[in-house]
Every structure is written in C-alpha cells, then in structure tokens.
C-alpha cells in the first residue's frame, strides 16, 4: 500500500466514514530518553503531516508545555530522572493541558506496566518496539478529534445533569459516562438553563437532584423551568436525601413518575432506573455485579492493524475499554485481555455496544472508548470472573443476561 494512502485507509478501517481527515501539521511532543526511538517515530510523523517535536525527558517536555500545547504527547513510561507516569501526571494537572491526549510507549505490555500508564491518566498506550500502523491509528483519532467535537454526541446520547451534591454528580455522572452517555454537567440553575439553551438540539434527556442541599433554589422550580424548555425529552428526578410529602406530590405532578430517592435505592437500582427513564427499552452495557480487574486489551478491527486499550472495570457480562481509537459500534471484535496478575492473555469475543472516539473541544464529557458486551470468554478468564464475583450473587455464564447498570 502507498504511503500516501495510509491516513485515508485507516481513518475509514476504525470509524467505519469515508472522509479524509485535513492534513494539518499538527504538533506532536516525541518524549524519549532513547535517541533512536525519537528518530523513528518522529520520522514516521513528518510523513503523516504532523510536527514532531523530539524531547528527550519529561523535564523537557514540561518545559515546552509552557510554551506552547501540541495535539498529542507520546511520552516514554520508563526515562532516566522523572519517569513517564510521573511526567504525564504533571501534563494532565497543567491548567493550559486541559483535555491534551497522552499516549505511554511501554517496553512491554504486561498489564502493571500499563496501569502505570492509566493512574496517571494517560489516555492510551503504545507497546514497544512501536508498530507505525498502530501509531498512525492513533495520531489519526487526535486528528479528527475535532471533528467529533463538532458532530456532538451520537443521537440518543446527549444528557444534562444538574447535580445537587458533588457526590450525586460524580456518581450518576460516572454510571452514566460509562454506559456510553454523553453528560453536561451543571452545578447551578443559571448554568443549567445556559447549557440547555446553548445545546437543545444535542440533548436527549435531562436529570435533575432537587434534593434541599440545592442552596441556590427551589429544585423543583428549575426541573419546571428545563421541562419548558425541553417539553418532548425525557426527565428524570432524584433526590440524594429524604424529602417531604409535598415535594414527592408536586414531582409527580411535573413527570408523571416518583421522585428518586438515593437514601431508599441501592446504586445498581437507582442507576437502572435513572437509565430505563432516559432510554426506555435500551440495553445497557453494564453487569450487576461488577469485577474492577485491571487488563490490558489488545484487538484488531478487519484489515486493520493491531490496536490497544485498557480497562478498570470489566463484568462477567462487559468490558469498558479505554483508547483512542475505539471500533465502531456494532463491530464484532476478537480480543486479546491480559488481567493484572495473569502472565497470559485470555480470548475473548465481543460485540462493540457503543464506541465513542476522542473529542476535543466538546463541552459534553465522555469517556474516549468502547462498550463491549462479551460474548465468548475462555476458561481462564471465565475463571477469574468466578473468583471475583461473591458466589452470595449465584452468578454463572450459563444464565441468561441480566440488565446491566454501572
């Protein structure tokens, strides 16, 4: 294949549209203590269009950070002096840094080695020696970042929680981030009317606590207020402690279903109902009981190349797996998942349930990445699901799948 051919064919392999991505000269911090390895991958960016800028430790690339923002950080996990994970950490935490990608390269995939990586809040990593397919792939998911940030959330996926309590907000935000929602978050009445009318036509539906810790008003008046505004999109009340007879009555009257109470739900129910008000008939990706196993996943789309992702949080029934460059939704995967502690990978195969690319810009928060409902899972992993998962629960893979919640 021609060199020049590369970025179209992979752009088109990974999300499944026919458009070339602008060819830009987007600046791309190279991190390296290794000389040779800065040399071949900066290379390899100058024929892709981008500009590498070779640096050879992460003071330097703290440095230049000051400077100005690139599109893209590829920093070396192990360096001499401030190592990788370290580094990154810092870029994360630089308030001009907000929502750079970083990408770990890492002299081996081994799953503590990457979970380096993903505690520093690193967006993907790149085993070494680095493959120049796989490097393309992901330099072209940063590249169209921006325009995913322009084409918004997926339709059906667009919601506004307004959190009455930074708990409430963190939690509900996260369940539904992780189920493939996109979420603006609000933290005030003005902010929320602001970010209805701004956004309208990308919303899906709303949540709103109006829970009495709202100091700033009445939270049943604002839920009326955003119903105006968005009569046809769903509405979904919770409340994080006890509220009085009236309050239950008047939010009945406003949405034609009981208020949510935090205190009376354990968080799988509460989160379930909250998901079967805003998509009704939808289902989830999330299993009741959730195993957080660390693993290290690495899959392939069809002529495409090897690509890699971890994840946090799996179930005997799904996987989330974060990376750049997610398959398309609908895509039947064969994947490779090394959990922590394992020194071999498991095989299994899955159905892609919702993928979300990075996008840079966009006001909507979500996880760049990829839903996955496991459909065959070998022995060995099967086995470390049943180890982690209380047998009080009576789980099997032979039972039929339950819905799903975070």
Same mark, same amino acid.
């Given at each position: 294949m021609a060199l020049g051919l590369l970025p179209r064919y992979f752009w088109c392999v990974l999300t499944g549209v026919h458009m070339e991505p602008a060819l830009t000269r987007d600046e791309i911090f190279v991190v390296d203590d290794s000389q040779a390895i800065r040399d071949r991958v900066c290379q390899h960016l100058s024929r892709l269009g981008c500009e590498p800028v070779p640096l050879e430790s992460g003071e330097a690339c703290l440095a230049w950070l000051e400077q100005r923002v690139p599109a893209l950080v590829l920093m070396d996990l192990r360096m001499e002096g401030m190592q990788g994970d370290e580094a990154c950490r810092r870029v994360k935490a630089h308030p001009a840094a907000q929502g750079l990608p970083v990408v770990m390269l890492t002299g081996a995939s081994a799953p503590h080695e990457v979970m380096l990586c993903s505690r520093a809040g690193a967006d993907d990593f790149l085993p070494k020696p680095v493959e120049l397919e796989a490097l393309t792939a992901k330099v072209l998911a940063v590249r169209a970042a921006r325009e995913h940030?322009?084409? &918004?959330?997926?339709? &059906?996926? !667009? %919601?506004?929680? %307004?959190? &009455? #309590?930074? #708990?409430? !907000? #963190?939690f509900l935000g996260g369940a539904l981030e992780h189920e493939g929602f996109h979420v603006l978050y609000a933290r005030h009445g003005v902010e929320a009317e602001a970010l209805v009318v701004a956004h309208a036509s990308r919303l899906d539906g709303l949540v709103v606590d109006v829970s009495r810790s709202f100091a700033f008003q009445d939270g049943l008046a604002l839920a009326r207020r955003l119903r105006q505004l968005l009569p046809r999109k769903p509405l979904v009340l919770v409340a994080g402690v006890e509220e009085p007879t009236d309050v239950h009555t008047r939010a009945r009257e406003l949405i034609g279903q009981p208020l949510l109470e935090r205190r009376l739900l354990a968080q799988d129910a509460l989160v379930a109902r909250v998901l079967e008000r805003l998509a009704p008939g939808s289902a989830t990706v999330r299993a009741a009981e959730r195993v957080p196993l660390f693993s290290v996943v690495e899959f392939a789309t069809r002529c495409g190349p090897t690509l890699t992702g971890f994840s946090s949080d799996a179930s005997p029934e799904a996987l989330f797996v974060r990376t750049l460059t997610p398959a398309r939704a609908g895509a039947r995967l064969a994947l490779r998942v090394t959990l922590a502690g394992q020194r071999q990978a498991s095989s299994v195969e899955a159905l892609v349930a919702w993928s979300n690319p990075l996008r840079r810009g966009s006001s909507f928060q979500a996880p760049a990445g990829m839903g996955l409902r496991l459909e065959r899972v070998d022995t060995a992993l099967a086995a470390q699901f049943q180890r982690f998962v209380p047998r009080a629960l009576g789980f099997s893979l032979a039972l039929p799948s339950r819905l799903s919640t975070f």
């Open positions: 940030a322009r084409q &918004g959330p997926p339709p &059906g996926l !667009g %919601v506004l929680l %307004v959190e &009455g #309590s930074r #708990s409430m !907000g #963190s």
